[in-house]
């Protein structure tokens, strides 16, 4: 089973390139986030969606946008990448009925 | 501020004994709370959760505690097994928004010892 799938598995980006984040999940679940982790810091939250068409701010979110057309994607876009958006992201979802997140295997974006 | 604080960073463990994760948390909306175990180049996975409404949960050799009072939640591993030895992710998630917006912790590095 794919559960959920992210692209690409990592990437190094000019300074002020835009970039996409890819995340497609296949459980149906209602709702998607974006993490980023970073050394000493665990895994913040940046953006939500709870179903399709609507989208939440996390903890962190400056930088970055995201959109929510369909229940299964869920792309992360940096539209003017810094080196303080280097980490790794990681996508999840989860069905508000079970309460847990089950989360991608992360993308580790470099911004040089 | 942080809401949920491992405050170590790390444990090491012999092989066989029990291990203790220990978490804290200041939001007293907080209702449940998990337990992620992630290995290096993976992505978080589930282990453990525990609702506010329990003091206890248990399956298999993990069994996470919950004191209400004290804020304060705990990952108990018996016995250890090398493969356990991982980076532990307490997180907890509250009313008003989905479950899944969860807040973690920074993390404990878990060594088990042969």
């Known amino acids: 089973t794919a559960g959920i799938t992210q692209a690409p598995t990592s990437q190094i980006l000019a300074a002020g390139r835009s970039m996409t984040l890819r995340c497609t999940q296949d459980?149906?679940?209602?709702?998607m986030y974006w993490y980023r982790q970073d050394l000493g810091l665990g895994l913040r939250l940046i953006h939500y969606?709870?179903?399709?068409?609507?989208?939440g701010k996390g903890e962190v979110p400056d930088g970055y946008s995201v959109s929510r057309a369909n229940t299964d994607d869920f792309p992360l876009t940096l539209a003017s990448a810094v080196p303080s958006q280097t980490s790794v992201y990681f996508c999840?979802?989860?069905?508000?009925?079970?309460?847990?997140?089950?989360f991608g295997q992360g993308t580790r974006l470099t911004v040089v | 501020d942080q809401q949920v604080k491992q405050n170590s960073p790390s444990l090491s463990v012999q092989e066989g004994r029990i291990s203790i994760l220990n978490c804290d948390y200041t939001?007293?909306?907080?209702?449940?709370f998990l337990w992620y175990k992630k290995y290096p180049a993976e992505g978080p996975t589930f282990l453990i959760s525990?609702?506010?409404?329990?003091d206890k949960n248990e399956d298999g050799r993990f069994t996470v505690f919950l004191n209400k009072s004290a804020k304060h939640l705990s990952l108990h591993i018996v016995p250890s097994q090398p493969g356990d030895s991982a980076v532990y992710f307490c997180?907890?998630?509250?009313?008003?928004?989905?479950?899944?917006?969860?807040?973690f912790g920074k993390g404990t590095k878990l060594s088990v010892k042969p």
């Open positions: 999840a979802s989860s069905d508000p009925h079970q309460g847990e997140a089950f």
């Open positions: 969606s709870n179903t399709a068409g609507t989208t």
């Open positions: 997180a907890a998630s509250g009313r008003g928004g989905s479950q899944g917006n969860l807040i």
């Open positions: 939001n007293s909306m907080f209702d449940y």
């Open positions: 459980m149906r679940h209602n709702a």
């Open positions: 525990i609702s506010s409404i329990k």
